[in-house]
């Protein structure tokens, strides 16, 4: 049941809200708030690749507050971080900007360095086809995870802390009294509060309307599980092939998870299990040819995110207690790329937010008043762009950064 007052709200019991609820909790009086259970729609199904160097080189103190909770973080319940290399191949004639980015990277204190094709393969024996590539940047702050059990684990400890977590129960509406909040409406009645956390991904605008209008739109992604050819090395490292904009991983038990291909959500709401057999004939002809383990592998099963994630027009989250919106009101949406790596940090932020507490990393860059239109009909960008694309978006970000 939910309780009559507390200090803080947060709405979502996905990565976001149940981080975000952890590191309230210790010393404010919180409830989480889930429409239906923990982790499950799309942080529940994603890939659980911690790669936040690689994913958010423009912002290497949100990424490193974000890379280092995991290795603290493991062992706790039955939370497990894997710590491996991960390996973005680089193009032949891209090496020079792969160059500059691991010198400013490592200038910001992260293991990354450009590696030529022919120490990669030394590295990483019988592993890629290189004919075409350049060689890779290969980072040593990586690693994976079960995206489910590491959101359950971060809802526990925060329960451990003092939160009340309650699921089955939907918020319907924000409660704003002379322009401030006051809590929120749900389905098993009124909470009063001074702080609402609204992190329900692609929901998070239908809920904040009228009072706050977000440019967050659903996107789906999709994985697939594999069965190697031949056994894998314990070494075997995390990867990406912006080419052809697919990620891969190894499981512990010899599997590996492919994923990529993301696609704009046109029916919100609308449920989906399965992958589309365009997806699984790609994959049957593309990462083979870049990784050797592939050859003759099998087909396990598909995922994607069942509803959609969210995503906004330059794919950054929005973290922020916006200005034109009720006072209180704390937004953490638009995860798209990774809300599992960058969950530490976003956490860090929405508490900064609550606080008044310095985040040890700006937040200018993820403010909704970097974005002039507010509306849902902007083009949909996907963050596994091809090469040159993801040069311009480096080259962008870094001045954006600036």
Not at 90 to 96: L, S, Y
Not at 274 to 294: C, I, K, M, N, S
Not at 310 to 332: K, N, R, S
Request: aromatic letters at 8%; glycine letters at 12%; charged letters at 25%.
């Amino acid at each position: 049941m939910c309780a009559e007052r507390r200090d803080v709200v947060v709405v979502g019991g996905g990565v976001v809200g149940c981080a975000a609820t952890r590191w309230l909790a210790a010393d404010h009086d919180v409830s989480l708030l889930e429409a239906d259970r923990l982790a499950g729609d799309a942080s529940g199904k994603a890939s659980g690749m911690v790669t936040n160097g690689a994913s958010f080189r423009a912002h290497p103190g949100f990424a490193r507050t974000a890379a280092d909770f995991f290795p603290e973080f493991d062992g706790t319940g039955s939370f497990e971080f894997t710590e491996r290399e991960s390996v973005g191949l680089v193009p032949e004639g891209d090496d020079g900007w792969a160059r500059e980015e691991a010198r400013r990277m490592a200038e910001a204190g992260f293991d990354v360095e450009f590696v030529d094709a022919s120490t990669l393969e030394d590295r990483y024996p019988d592993t890629f086809v290189l004919e075409g590539y350049a060689g890779a940047l290969v980072y040593g702050d990586s690693g994976w995870l079960d995206p489910y059990t590491y959101t359950v684990t971060l809802a526990d400890d925060a329960a451990d802390r003092g939160a009340d977590v309650g699921t089955g129960v939907r918020v319907t509406d924000l409660l704003v009294e002379d322009g401030a909040i006051a809590g929120v409406e749900s389905t098993e009645g009124v909470v009063r509060a001074d702080r609402v956390v609204v992190a329900a991904g692609w929901r998070s605008r239908e809920l904040c309307l009228p009072h706050l209008e977000l440019p967050v739109r659903p996107f789906r992604w999709q994985a697939a599980t594999l069965e190697p050819g031949r056994g894998l090395p314990d070494w075997y490292p995390m990867g990406w092939d912006p080419t052809v904009g697919r990620y891969w991983r190894p499981e512990h038990n010899g599997s590996i998870h492919v994923g990529g291909g993301e696609v704009p959500v046109n029916d919100p709401g609308s449920r989906r299990s399965g992958v589309p057999e365009e997806f699984r004939l790609r994959l049957a002809t593309e990462l083979p040819d870049r990784l050797r383990h592939l050859e003759g592998a099998a087909f396990v099963r598909g995922d994607t995110c069942p509803t959609g994630d969210a995503t906004t027009p330059d794919t950054y989250p929005i973290l922020d207690e916006p200005a034109e919106g009720p006072e209180g009101l704390v937004v953490a949406t638009g995860l798209h790329i990774g809300g599992v790596m960058s969950s530490p940090a976003v956490a860090e932020a929405v508490r900064s937010l609550v606080t008044g507490e310095s985040p040890g990393f700006p937040l200018d860059p993820f403010r909704l008043d970097r974005f002039d239109e507010r509306g849902t009909e902007f083009p949909f960008v996907s963050h596994m762009a091809e090469t040159e694309i993801t040069e311009a978006r480096i080259e962008a970000d870094h001045a954006r950064a600036d």
